[in-house]
């Protein structure tokens, strides 16, 4: 019988499939139903800043417009009041006791003090962990990357400072280097990260000439990115790894792991099947590691980053030249007509 068991940021969690943060983890039946169907961890809805400014407001029109709101944070039901700061840690509270597996609070703030007062004030109602939730879109065209960076390295520090319990960072791929970026992270103290925020992205309705706000949940290709980054960063950053977005299914928790990853984030995969999807998932992976003779997660994490790959260009971009050199099968697999 395989042994899911892995550990990330020091916890030990009995399998690798965390349900990431999103409208799914803001309801503790919900809640409940996610720890039934076997998952490792649970990672609540983030706490954000315009809640903290606003209080018991509705939010809705104004994060409907903010552009680092998670795609996945959007509520499915349209007009939904979301709670005020006090009111989520209260629920942040209730749900640590309520459940018997890992729980990790979220936190998306933008002033540095709103990152330090607010984390301690989560890690107080007794979580297991934090994780840092950084996006936003930059509009000031003179202000350099280099200072956001800078930013955003000393939020990490200032938490890690207040903080004992470990603390993660959920990061987004906009980075001219998000290697050098995570190793500043982890110098800094963040003890993991989760790759990558997926965010919601506004389009234009050409007939109505306005804006428009779809839901879009992950597509299966979008997973190629965050498996090239943890490979990629698998060895080289002094962290724990997380692969998210469209990890939909239990090869796509295999796939992530050979890659380096600790565990993995799933949202989109549950909304399409539902909560109690966690079975099939835990169950098609405990399969997959039999018939490929594993008997621990250990035994096969990080056997294709590129440390260790028989390919390690695979991950670079010589192989996107090999690609578009194949050119007849590119052909045949897609003819111009």
């Not at 903290?52 to 407001?57: A, E, F, M, Q, S």
Request: glycine share 6%.
């Amino acid at each position: 019988m395989a042994d899911l068991r892995t550990t990330y940021l020091g916890l030990e969690l009995k399998n690798p499939v965390i349900a990431g943060a999103s409208r799914l983890t803001a309801d503790m039946e919900t809640l409940r139903g996610l720890e039934a169907s076997g998952v490792g961890a649970v990672v609540i809805a983030s706490l954000f800043e315009e809640q903290i400014r606003l209080g018991h407001d509705k939010l809705e029109d104004l994060l409907m417009g903010f552009d680092s709101r998670e795609q996945s944070e959007i509520s499915l039901f349209p007009g939904m009041a979301y709670a005020g700061p006090e009111e989520h840690l209260d629920w942040v509270a209730k749900a640590r006791k309520a459940l018997s597996i890992p729980v990790i609070a979220s936190l998306n703030a933008v002033t540095a003090e709103t990152w330090v007062e607010w984390a301690r004030r989560l890690a107080d109602t007794g979580i297991d962990a934090l994780e840092l939730n950084f996006y936003s879109t930059p509009v000031d065209s003179s202000k350099a990357g280099a200072s956001i960076e800078d930013e955003q390295v000393e939020a990490v520090a200032a938490v890690c400072r207040a903080l004992s319990i470990p603390v993660s960072v959920k990061l987004s791929p906009f980075y001219a280097n998000p290697l050098h970026v995570m190793r500043r992270m982890a110098e800094a103290g963040a003890k993991g990260f989760v790759l990558f925020n997926r965010f919601f992205q506004p389009d234009i309705d050409a007939e109505t000439e306005r804006p428009s706000f779809v839901f879009d949940l992950s597509e299966a290709e979008e997973s190629r990115l965050p498996l090239r980054f943890t490979a990629l960063a698998n060895g080289r950053v002094k962290a724990d790894l997380v692969a998210s977005t469209a990890v939909l299914t239990a090869g796509d928790v295999a796939k992530m792991i050979l890659a380096g990853a600790r565990a993995v984030q799933m949202v989109t995969a549950f909304y399409r099947n539902g909560i109690d999807y966690g079975q099939k998932v835990l169950a098609e992976f405990a399969s997959w590691m039999d018939r490929h003779g594993y008997a621990s997660v250990e035994e096969f994490r990080g056997r294709l980053d590129k440390r260790h790959s028989d390919d390690p260009h695979a991950w670079e971009r010589a192989q996107y030249v090999r690609i578009l050199m194949r050119s007849d099968a590119s052909v045949e697999r897609y003819p111009l007509l």
